[in-house]
């Protein structure tokens, strides 16, 4: 197996193909500044894209009674930590710290769920956005807090939100604040699905093994063809996927897929 990141916050754990990262911050209820969980994410996702031969999916889950609650509001009290310094050190801080995370999870080319139990505020909420599926808890809660507290979403939150609900209802979920709960977030089409707290790692675990089990090779160029559908014309992608088709129909697991497939219809 590619050797696994080195990390100070968080866990990860590897089974059948799907890596599991759990955030370990309870104490401060998993915070992303201030804590080493941005190294931590970002190292994630750079490994899962060189684990070609261990890994197809990422799961991405907390410990403790938050999912993550987004940046450190003591430390912006105090402007310390990430949020000391003049206009032009914050905004360094900003590029070279939790905006690293939007850009490493857009690279990740493996398909990541993420698992959201209790509260999903700020960049919490945002990192929740960044993946491609996202089943809740009914302790699920979110909110686009930045406005509240006097800032704007800094970590690229504006442009995954509308991108999921539409302009309008980002527009007013951002402009107000407010904080929803997992019923809501499924009736926005947030969340993929609402389960109780101990059913939900059955239902990402399983959905993640469903993934899992499909052709790995395919399954990667599969996410990158989602992700470039939202940035290519028509004529572009299209290209993209005769490229990219032609590399698959090339491969040995298309052979083997194949295959399996004729063995279940002559089964029949």
């Not at 100070?8 to 193909?17: G, H």
């Not at 401060?28 to 060189?50: E, K, P, S």
């Not at 996927?241 to 090339?250: E, K, L, S, W």
Request: with cysteine; aromatic share 4%.
């Amino acid at each position: 197996m590619t050797e696994r990141p080195a990390l100070r916050d968080s866990r990860l754990e590897v089974a059948d193909r799907v890596a599991v990262l759990t955030m370990d911050r309870d104490d401060v209820r998993n915070a992303l500044t201030g804590t080493g969980l941005i190294d931590d994410i970002c190292a994630t996702a750079a490994w899962v894209n060189r684990a070609v031969d261990d890994v197809s999916v990422l799961v991405l889950r907390s410990s403790g009674a938050a999912f993550s609650a987004g940046g450190n509001v003591k430390d912006m009290v105090e402007r310390a930590g990430d949020f000391a310094g003049d206009p032009a050190t914050v905004a360094e801080r900003y590029r070279r710290g939790i905006q690293r995370i939007p850009l490493a999870l857009e690279a990740a080319e493996v398909p990541i769920l993420a698992a959201v139990d209790g509260p999903a505020i700020g960049a919490g909420f945002d990192l929740a956005c960044m993946a491609d599926i996202r089943v809740a808890s009914t302790r699920a809660r979110f909110g686009e807090t930045f406005l509240s507290l006097g800032i704007i979403p800094g970590d690229g939150g504006a442009w995954f939100l509308q991108r999921l609900v539409g302009y309008q209802r980002a527009a007013e979920l951002t402009l107000t604040g407010r904080v929803f709960d997992a019923e809501e977030a499924l009736a926005l089409g947030l969340v993929l699905e609402v389960t109780a707290p101990e059913d939900l790692m059955p239902r990402v675990e399983a959905l993640a093994a469903r993934i899992a089990a499909q052709p790995p090779k395919a399954a990667r160029m599969t996410k990158r063809l989602l992700k470039s559908a939202h940035r290519m014309a028509l004529p572009d992608f299209l290209d993209l996927c005769a490229c990219f088709q032609g590399q698959c129909h090339n491969e040995p697991e298309h052979a083997a897929a194949v295959g399996a497939m004729l063995d279940r219809m002559t089964r029949r």
